[in-house]
């Protein structure tokens, strides 16, 4: 894929605006990391993105895909490098997300999604979190929850990356 300015600047576009930032700097990417317009590419920074095919580029291939469609604009979404390279082929297919239960933003739809199209039976799948919402949807699915005793979940404070963006702000 050719890498222009034109097509940075329309997958930027694509992220979450976040209110009180400057859009044209900073962005959320689709699971909220904060990504920096002027990281692209930049795997050493906390802020660095890349352009991501939603639906990974490798699966496309094998069914055969042209690479114009395999890139066009409607498949990519900018993504901070860390997300991005854990993601990597890994993604529910396509038709999971026309049920309007599920949305491709959201990444505990990308959670629930991800368990209910692996390999493993619904019955070996246990979702723990401290969050009700996402454990809602397990149970709505049929998957195994607990909810995590308070003792273990970690205390509410800012990541390093809003520490910085902070600072940034000031």
Same mark, same amino acid.
């Given at each position: ?9 329309? $997958? =930027?576009?694509?992220?979450? $605006?976040?209110p009180n930032f400057d859009p044209a700097k900073y962005r959320k990417d689709a699971c909220g990391a904060w990504i920096? =317009? ?36 409607? /498949? ?15 993604? #529910? ?16 739809? =990308? ?9 493993? #039976?619904?019955?070996? $799948? ?5 969050? /009700? ?15 995590? #005793?308070?003792?273990? $979940?970690?205390?509410?404070? #800012? ?12």
């Open positions: 894929m050719d890498i222009t300015e034109r097509l940075k600047r329309e $997958v =930027w576009e694509k992220g979450r $605006v976040v920096s =317009w002027i990281r692209y590419g930049d795997k050493h920074s906390p802020y660095g993105w890349q352009i991501d095919h939603i639906y990974p580029e490798a699966k496309l291939k094998l069914r055969r895909l042209d690479q114009e469609s395999i890139d066009d604009i409607r /498949n990519l979404q900018p993504m901070h490098w860390r997300k991005n390279k854990s993601k990597g082929a890994d993604y #529910p297919t396509a038709s999971a997300f026309n049920d309007e239960q599920f949305h491709k933003d959201i990444c505990d739809d =990308w959670i629930i999604l991800s368990a209910l199209y692996s390999s493993y #039976p619904k019955s070996d $799948v246990i979702i723990v979190s401290g969050d /009700n919402g996402i454990l809602l949807k397990a149970k709505n699915h049929g998957l195994g929850y607990f909810l995590m #005793p308070d003792s273990l $979940v970690l205390a509410e404070e #800012p990541s390093d990356e809003e520490r910085e963006i902070r600072q940034l702000k000031q």
